[in-house]
């Protein structure tokens, strides 16, 4: 690379030319003899230099000119822009205004010399209204888009040797800790200008102009770096002058910002563990034949070069190529000065130190103490979400004006308010704001981030993490309140795999899931036989079939999401641990008792109570955004017995389930009837029922009402449209017969209620609920259901009023009809869908209409 040359062979300047050609459209003939060929026209004025010479007060910008030798340029090449200070601005920036720390003209280096003048100028002529504009690859005008463009600043003008202890503290560069290491500038340096021309094209509001600079804006002038365009547009001979308010040095990137503005200094460390010096041998080469010790200007320089980088999505590497995706990566690099386009920038908004505080002790961030202690503890991989959330891809789609409907580069709303702003930076590749809150990802605002931070946890943070699973995706919506409940890994050590149960004794198994963060496959099962106590007995096999395991998870993780309720104000109520409900519903359509509030509460699933096994307990809760996590200490289980078993297992059922057992000679006599069908179905098709289960459900939640064996001889005794099996298939009148059988079946499913209703301690009035019975018309017949808190009433089409028998084990008895991946249920291996509902006795059978 060549060596900067700071005088160079007289050329007439675009400007020049651009001048001359307007002036000449008025001639009326033309010569042999050019006016102007030997000559500058008069009308041009004076060149660049001479005219700051002339106004007598840019003597300290002149100083520069003349002690790094670019008169010459500036008196007769070329085609400039420059953004001179006056001197009255010169003495402001050494009375304490400046990054350099120095006090007067005499103690600047030539480095720092060089970065004042280089970065007040452009290579090239442009009006002030010229600034906003830029040209696409056809030449079609882009009037009022640009918000930025390079300076002549290059990074050979000032090369850096980093020796600050807390970057050298960061992972990636505490090799260098010793000597330091060399730094060049990334990438070229540009000066940000907000014109009238820019803020009217994207119709930029003026309070957002004023917050982004931090002082009132007046849309009738010139922003360069921030500061105020005083004097505008003076027509040099070789280009503009445009002078400044206050002197304008090199802008740093946001990076730089952030580390050294003194309140941002906790975020800038963690930030930091994303970043590396990166070896350039170009930059080397460069620097190498710049400074090499002939002057004081460039004293000799040998060192390797480096540029610091972050790792990113659009580069992952390291300095040693290695693939940083699972280290965790930024958005985008906050030390690329030529991030985005002359049209666009980044933004950040950076918490400040007592913010970031204030998260991690108090409510809301307490879990990630509660795993790593400090902020220095959480792992990369969780920290990069942190950090990264913090970025805003695009300056001109984040603007103040649009924060309230703001979101995230996640898609989700990010809550930024201008009252949150504490100060505001403008740099080379963007905006800093500087924050009196931090914008934490989605998936720290969630009711899963205590998961994905506690070490006795990860088996269920694979699981609601997991991409084919998705549930991560369901659990970020804000919309929504949840009550997460998650066992502990060694709670899921004793896993009652609901298909081996529901085959039977013999065949049940008890799965202890595992997880090894050194296998592409995480997660397995070892599996063993269950002694006749129910305990856990020999090892049998170990399941590292991700489709199964992943089917099993799916079932313990909709099993263990209840969803609360969120009131128009915002505000979440039904946490489950507020002593209001004893029964819950769960994402997967099972149901939890709960009994003890707050620390005190302890679950229990279907499949617990049937087993008779002891509740959960609570061992820590966390709050979020969306709801409230509980660790619990043993797994929740739903039930494996059908309704069909159930009421098999029961005698005080017997007459009402040897009804739902049907007749198979009336099926096949009205085969073609599609509502006389059996109650209960092997349902064999490419699946089947685990078992026989209840032909007319679905994936969903059912409450089924049993009448006792006394009800049922009333109600057959007072309504000679009832008829048993055994007395219709003894009729011989087929039409007789039809109506009969019809009218029994509607009887029979008129006791299957859509939804399922607990006996529980919370009253609720008259609520209407379909039936499985159809009217003659084709649609569900209803029944009415209203509870005292103590019991339910349950009134029939013909206004009878039933009551449920509340005799332990035969009222809020929870059944689980579950359909399997084979037409054979006994090889079956994977749960395909299930159908929860919920048994009553009850003292009076249900008529329909």
């Known amino acids: 690379m060549k060596r900067y040359q700071y005088s160079r062979p007289f050329r007439w300047s675009a400007t020049v030319a651009g001048m001359l050609i307007a002036a000449g459209l008025g001639l009326a003939s033309c010569s042999d003899n050019y006016e102007y060929e030997d000559k500058e026209p008069d009308f041009l004025g004076a060149s660049i230099y001479d005219y700051l010479q002339q106004e007598g007060n840019f003597k300290t910008y002149l100083r520069l000119v003349d002690d790094l030798n670019y008169q010459q340029v500036l008196k007769l090449t070329g085609s400039k822009t420059v953004f001179p200070a006056r001197d009255d601005a010169w003495q402001r920036f050494f009375d304490g205004g400046n990054p350099y720390g120095v006090t007067s003209y005499e103690q600047l280096t030539p480095a720092q010399k060089r970065s004042l003048l280089n970065a007040s100028t452009i290579n090239m002529a442009y009006l002030a ?108 001979k070789n280009g503009y002058v445009h002078v400044v308010s206050d002197v304008l040095t090199p802008n740093s990137p946001m990076s730089y910002v ?122 990369t991989q969780l920290l990069a979400m942190f950090v990264k959330n913090h970025q805003k891809k695009s300056f001109m789609s984040s603007l103040p004006s649009m924060w309230g409907s703001m979101n995230d580069e996640s898609s989700f709303a990010m809550h930024v308010d201008k009252g ?51 549930f991560y995706l369901y659990l970020r919506s804000m919309e929504n309140m949840y009550n997460l409940l998650v066992p502990t890994d060694k709670a899921l050590e004793n896993y009652r795999d609901p298909l081996s149960w529901a085959k039977g004794r013999s065949q049940r198994e008890i799965w202890a899931f595992r997880y090894d963060d050194t296998k592409d496959q995480p997660v397995t099962a070892d599996v063993y036989s269950v002694n006749d106590d129910g305990s856990k007995g020999e090892y049998k096999r170990t399941i590292e079939d991700a489709a199964i395991l992943r089917n099993r998870l799916y079932d313990i993780c909709d099993c263990h999401i209840i969803v609360g309720e969120k009131a128009e104000d915002g505000t979440m109520s039904g946490f489950v641990d507020d002593g209001s409900h004893h029964f819950y519903q769960s994402k997967g359509g099972s149901t939890i008792r709960v009994s003890g509030t707050g620390a005190n509460m302890t679950v229990s699933g279907g499949g617990d109570i049937e087993q008779g096994m002891p509740a959960a307990r609570q061992v820590s809760r966390y709050d979020a955004d969306n ?93 000679p449209t009832l008829h048993t099996w055994n007395e219709i298939a003894e009729q011989t009148d087929t039409k007789t017969q039809h109506q009969w059988a019809l009218r029994l079946i509607r009887f029979l499913k008129y006791h299957f209620v859509d939804n399922s209703t607990y006996v529980d301690s919370q009253p609720f009035g008259t609520r209407t609920f379909e039936t499985a019975a159809r009217s003659n018309s084709g649609r569900f017949q209803k029944i009415d259901i ?37 037409n054979d249920y006994r090889t079956a291996t994977q749960l395909v869908s299930s159908s929860q509902s919920v048994i009553h006795l009850v003292d009076r059978a249900l008529i329909p209409e």
């Open 420 to 470: 949150d702003i504490l100060k505001s930076y403008v740099c080379g590749n963007g905006i800093v704001y500087v924050t009196n809150k931090v914008y934490p990802p989605i998936d720290y605002q969630s009711v899963y981030a205590s998961v994905m931070t506690n070490a006795k946890t990860k088996i269920m943070n694979w699981a609601l993490q997991d991409r084919d699973m998705k």
């Open 129 to 236: 209204y010229m600034l906003a504009n830029t040209s696409d690859a056809e030449n079609q005008s882009g009037e009022g888009t640009a918000v930025r463009r390079a300076t002549q600043y290059s990074y050979l003008d000032s090369i850096q040797r980093c020796t600050d202890a807390r970057q050298l503290e960061a992972p990636f560069w505490t090799k260098y800790s010793k000597k330091g290491v060399m730094l060049a500038d990334n990438g070229d340096t540009y000066m940000v200008h907000f014109t009238p021309q820019h803020t009217a094209a994207n119709k930029i509001p003026d309070e957002d102009m004023t917050l982004i600079l931090g002082s009132r804006y007046s849309n009738q002038d010139v922003y360069i770096n921030g500061s105020r365009v005083e004097q505008k547009d003076i027509t040099c």
């Open 258 to 379: 952030i580390n050294h503005n003194g309140q941002t200094d906790e975020f800038a460390r963690l930030m930091e563990r994303f970043s590396a010096p990166f070896y350039s041998s170009r930059q080397t080469d460069a620097v190498h034949q710049l400074y090499d010790g002939s002057d004081a200007s460039h004293p000799l320089i040998t060192d390797s070069i480096f540029v610091k980088r972050y790792f990113t999505e659009s580069s992952p590497l390291d300095p040693a190529d290695n693939d940083m995706t699972s280290y965790g990566l930024l958005y985008y690099d906050p030390a690329d000065n030529s991030y985005s386009s002359m049209q666009d920038m980044g933004v950040m908004f950076v918490p400040t130190d007592r913010a970031m505080d204030e998260y991690i002790n108090g409510g809301k961030g307490s879990y990630l103490k509660d795993a790593y202690g400090t902020w220095d503890n959480v792992p």
């Open 786 to 822: 209203s509870s005292n808190g103590q019991n339910l009433s349950i009134t029939d089409s013909k206004g009878n009023v039933a009551h449920v028998v509340k005799t332990a084990g035969l009222y809020n008895l929870q059944s689980r009809d579950i359909i399997v991946n084979s």
């Open 627 to 719: 709801g409230r996590c509980y660790v619990i200490d043993r797994m929740i289980h739903d039930p494996v017995n059908s309704v069909y078993a159930n009421m098999q297992a029961h005698k005080e059922f017997s007459k009402f389930f040897e009804l739902l057992n049907g007749n198979d000679m009336i099926f096949r006599i009205f085969e073609d009837d599609p509502e006389i069908k059996s109650i209960f179905s092997l349902n064999t098709t490419s699946s089947s029922g685990l078992g026989n289960v209840v032909s007319s459900f679905g994936n969903f939640q059912y409450t089924v009402f049993v009448p006792t064996n006394e009800a049922v001889d009333e109600a057959f005794a007072k309504d």
